[in-house]
């Protein structure tokens, strides 16, 4: 559910931007985009995982366990036939519910999010940057040659900077 909820929540926000584009520039407007992009997510993710979330209740409240095939069983067992459509129904049974609870929780966490960074101002240029604390460092793996077996350069430079004098 989490990665349908953030990927739908992503493309929303960034077609409803596209479409309205002063949106991100008046913090009202961009919480509203941020509404209508949780109460989207918060739906398409419970729709998407409601058939594995009947499933794993099923285990839980019939003894199953991890036997997740034998609960499988006993919720298409229920199915007035053996159709398909019969079959989803019984997976599906409880949806409309779960979708709107969940619609609300995701909205929820998604305007206190989008609140908080627009309250400190964070863009969201600002959550894709990454620090590469590695990236200038010394690799003493491939300071060694192996040819004459010693340290290159670099790497007895650096012991001599090390010794205090």
């Not at 995982?49 to 003894?63: I, W």
Request: net charge negative.
């Amino acid at each position: 559910m989490q990665v349908t909820k953030l990927l739908v929540y992503a493309s929303t926000q960034d077609a409803l931007l596209s479409i309205l584009p002063a949106a991100s520039e008046r913090p009202s407007f961009a919480l509203v985009v941020s509404l209508i992009s949780g109460i989207v997510a918060g739906f398409m993710g419970a729709l998407v995982s409601h058939p594995a979330d009947t499933v794993v209740t099923r285990c839980a409240a019939r003894g199953f366990g991890r036997n997740w095939r034998a609960a499988l069983d006993d919720v298409l067992a229920g199915a007035e036939s053996d159709d398909v459509a019969a079959k989803a129904s019984v997976l599906y049974a409880g949806v409309k519910q779960r979708c709107l609870s969940l619609a609300i929780i995701v909205t929820a966490q998604f305007i206190l999010f989008d609140g908080l960074r627009t309250l400190l101002a964070v863009s969201k240029e600002d959550l894709s940057l990454f620090l590469d604390v590695f990236e200038d460092r010394l690799d003493f793996y491939s300071g060694w040659d192996e040819v004459q077996g010693t340290w290159l350069e670099a790497v007895e430079q650096l012991d001599d900077d090390l010794i205090l004098k």
